[in-house]
């Protein structure tokens, strides 16, 4: 049996690879890959949790975060889309509408 | 055998996870990430929660994958010329800011697993679809039927945002 330990840890790694995608990146999409990333290894932390408690409480609360998952690519995406056709970019450095 | 099977899926996984961020064509991203889905299913499949592995190869690398490369797809985006040209200090602080949370989270993870209690005999049956029915259609069925009102405002919010208004295009020309 593998220690609860390692599946934190690679959680955690998880994480730190997708906030430094959303940092270092500039192209709208792949900073919102990157925080599907991100929402992944908090669910794996969940998962684990539940496992190793033998509770399904936390399995529970990854099913519901897939759901508001699913609803937030496709708001994000419907934006970009929408930023796209009026800007004619996905590059975030190029859309400073809101920049005073 | 669970150690080794763990081991190739982590490195997966976190090389998978690498390639995304590091790679300039985002259709190649995508594919990257779609595998990186895969493996962390395989992971849920080692932590015994078969429902939750199943769903999210279905959702995550079938439903909103495929989403993604539509989009993409869509757009016709270039290739990135290069992902690093310019403020080089911003990518300092950003690998920075990344150590620092990684070794943030590693320090709190000390000591995680002796708080809890010894493997339970209820981890083999925790995760099938049964055990997750049984809590899902009685204690949380309020927020499964929330979740399916998210679900439709989410569908209809992206279509009034996504739709092509032709009426006020031509007005502002």
């Known amino acids: 049996m593998i220690e609860i330990d390692w599946y934190l840890a690679l959680s955690a790694v998880l994480f730190t690879i997708g906030l430094i995608g959303v940092l270092i990146r500039r192209n709208a999409i792949v900073i919102f890959m990157c925080v599907e990333l991100m929402l992944n290894a908090v669910n794996l932390t969940l998962i684990s949790f539940s496992s190793y408690h033998g509770d399904v409480t936390g399995q529970i609360l990854v099913f519901f975060s897939l759901a508001v998952a699913a609803a937030e690519a496709v708001i994000g995406l419907a934006i970009i889309l929408a930023i796209f056709r009026n800007n004619i970019s996905v590059d975030i450095t190029k859309v400073n509408l809101l920049r005073w | ?30 594919l990257f990430l779609v595998l990186n889905m895969v493996s962390i299913a395989g992971i849920y499949l080692l932590l015994q929660a078969q429902f939750l592995a199943l769903i999210q190869i279905l959702v995550y690398a079938g439903a909103i994958m495929v989403l993604f490369l539509f989009v993409i797809m869509l757009l016709n985006l270039d290739d990135e010329k290069s992902l690093f040209n310019k403020m080089r200090a911003k990518y300092v602080f950003a690998f920075f800011l990344g150590v620092i949370t990684l070794s943030l989270i590693l320090y709190s993870l000390e000591g995680v697993a002796d708080l809890l209690p010894e493997i339970s005999p209820e981890m083999e049956t925790a995760g099938t679809v049964e055990a997750l029915g049984d809590v899902l259609y009685t204690d949380y069925l309020f927020a499964f039927e929330m979740t399916a009102i998210l679900l439709t405002a989410a569908v209809v919010g992206a279509l009034m945002i996504a739709q092509y208004k032709k009426s006020n295009n031509g007005a502002s020309e």
């Open chain 2, 1 to 30: 055998m669970d150690t080794f099977i763990f081991i190739f899926l982590a490195v997966l996984t976190i090389g998978s996870g690498l390639g995304m961020v590091l790679n300039k064509n985002t259709v190649n991203s995508a």
